[in-house]
């Protein structure tokens, strides 16, 4: 018994507004880098789903490099995020301004 496709999509877009959420609502750059992390695994979760229901590899492939990309802005987001932590003391995004000495 498989799940129904409409739960699928459903479930995809309660975790995107849920990343969207995060990013609009918190202040906290570890917060918002995390909310972001979560919006793209739910587009990752569409795109396995219509894969799936047109039955092509076409949405499996995408998500290997939508996770390729993640994988290497995480790496640079969380190297970013120290280095402002380490110069400023904060990760509150309404304390950092960077443009500004």
Known sequence: MTVPYSWVMA??????????AGVLLRRNVLVMFMSIELMLNAVNLAFV???RRLGSMDGQVIVFFVMTVAAAEAAVGLGIIISMFRNRETVNADELNLLRW
């Open 49 to 51: 789903a219509l894969a």
């Open 11 to 20: 479930l995809s877009a309660a975790i995107f507004v849920i990343g969207v």
